[in-house]
C-alpha cells in the first residue's frame, strides 16, 4: 500500500491540494501497521503459553490491520498449523496453513521469525 502511495505521490498526488491526502494516507498506515504490530505481539504472548485460539485471534487481527505483513502472515500460519496438528495428516486447516505460509514468503522471501522477544 504505501508503494502505490508513493507512485501516487510522484504523479498526481503533489499537487498543492493533495499533500494533506498523502499525509493522511501515510499516518493511515502507520496506525494500522502499529495496530498489526500490537496485535501480532498480543498473539506472540498468547502463543508462548500455549493457547494457540486466543494466538490465532490476535493473529487473525493482525493480518485485518496489515495484510502486507509477512510476519502476521506467517504467525498466523504456524498457530492454524499447530491447531490441526494432531488432526488426520490433509485436514482442511492443515492446507490453510501452507496456504498462508505461502502468502507470508510470498510477501516478503527474506522473511525469520523472531520468537524471542
Excluded at 17 to 42: G, H, K, L, N
Amino acid at each position: 500500500m504505501l508503494l502505490s502511495l508513493v507512485l501516487l505521490a510522484g504523479t498526481t498526488l503533489l499537487t498543492p491540494t493533495r499533500p494533506a491526502v498523502v499525509a493522511v494516507a501515510v499516518q493511515a498506515s502507520e496506525a494500522s501497521s502499529s495496530a498489526a504490530q500490537a496485535e501480532i505481539d498480543a498473539g506472540l504472548a498468547a502463543f508462548r503459553r500455549l493457547r494457540f485460539q486466543q494466538a490465532e485471534k490476535h493473529f487473525q487481527a493482525a493480518v485485518e490491520a496489515d495484510p502486507q505483513s509477512a510476519a502476521a502472515t506467517f504467525y498466523l500460519a504456524y498457530t492454524v498449523y499447530k491447531i490441526a496438528e494432531p488432526k488426520r495428516p490433509f485436514h482442511p486447516d492443515k492446507q490453510r496453513a501452507a496456504q498462508l505460509f505461502a502468502r507470508a514468503y510470498e510477501l516478503d522471501p527474506g522473511f525469520r521469525p523472531v520468537w524471542a522477544r
